[in-house]
């Protein structure tokens, strides 16, 4: 059985000092109590990478570092841009795409999701791709299809990297309001996305769940939900809740085996 997979997405928090305090933290606990059955990442600010990088390496821990965005481009005139070469020279693994934010906020379509994707597999890092609905999607009943429509249009034509390819379903109407889809709601849409996946090429693919995970709801999630993981946000900016829900996955897949 594949291991779990748990990001800590920072968002825009921490500053450097703020970040190497709480990556000693992660890392002394995550000594202190390994999890043997998950696979950790940590995505900093880009302000913070080397930092975070540093760190890990200094502490000879296993813990992951993952960026929350990168350029489609190798390199040029881009101002305020960052590429995947870039990142890979700094020890980066995995590159957090399409998040519901950068789609939101930064109007981050389709088509630059795709090719944001293509740019990190072929540049020869691991890819988060982020997909979910909004509210009023759900409302109508419309979530499998929108969801299908964002796994088609971004993963078609990069099936030989398909074991460097996670899926986070990430529904926007559960991202930072408090509120967590049921583990019912979780489930179906898991094996929705499951069944997309394997028509794409991508069975073995892991699918994390993002949106309100916290250290007292996440035990039930990846129990009853069938979620191989988490894309955790607010919850992450402090070590004990984020190892909580680390070991919350590693207990449960301990039972699986």
């Known amino acids: ?26 890392a002394a606990l995550l000594a202190s109590r390994p999890a043997e059955r998950v696979d950790v990442a940590l995505a900093p600010p880009f302000v ?22 990168v350029s489609d481009r190798d390199n040029g005139a881009f ?8 990142l890979k020279r700094l020890g980066i693994t995995w590159v957090i795409v399409g998040h519901s934010e950068r ?17 990190v597999l072929r540049g020869g890092l691991n890819a988060v791709l ?15 299809s929108f969801v299908n429509h964002q796994l088609v249009s971004a993963l078609s034509g990069v099936e030989e990297f398909a074991e460097r390819v996670t899926v986070a379903y990430e529904p926007i109407w559960a991202i930072g309001t408090g509120v967590t889809a049921t583990t019912g709601q979780v489930d179906a849409m898991m094996a929705a996305m499951r069944l997309q996946l394997a028509s794409l090429g991508f069975s ?31 919850a992450s900016l402090k070590a004990e809740s984020f190892g909580a829900i680390i070991h919350a996955c590693d207990d449960c897949y301990a039972e699986r085996r």
Request: with cysteine; net charge negative.
């Open 130 to 144: 982020c997909v979910g609905e909004d509210l009023a999607t759900r409302e109508a009943e419309n979530h499998e």
């Open 48 to 69: 913070d990478l080397r930092s975070v990088t540093s760190v890990l390496e200094a502490e000879r821990s296993l813990v992951t570092v993952a960026a929350q965005h």
């Open 204 to 234: 073995s693919s892991r699918v994390l769940y993002g949106g309100s995970v916290n250290a007292d709801n996440a035990a039930e999630i990846v129990t009853e939900a069938g979620v191989d993981g988490f894309l955790v946000g607010g």
């Open 79 to 86: 101002t305020g841009e960052v590429s995947v070469a870039m």
């Open 1 to 26: 059985m594949a291991k779990a997979l748990v990001i800590g997405n920072w968002k825009m928090n921490l500053d450097y000092v703020e970040a190497v305090h709480l990556t000693q933290q992660v």
């Open 103 to 119: 789609r939101t906020m930064y109007h981050m379509d389709d088509a630059s999701v795709a090719d944001t994707l293509k740019a």
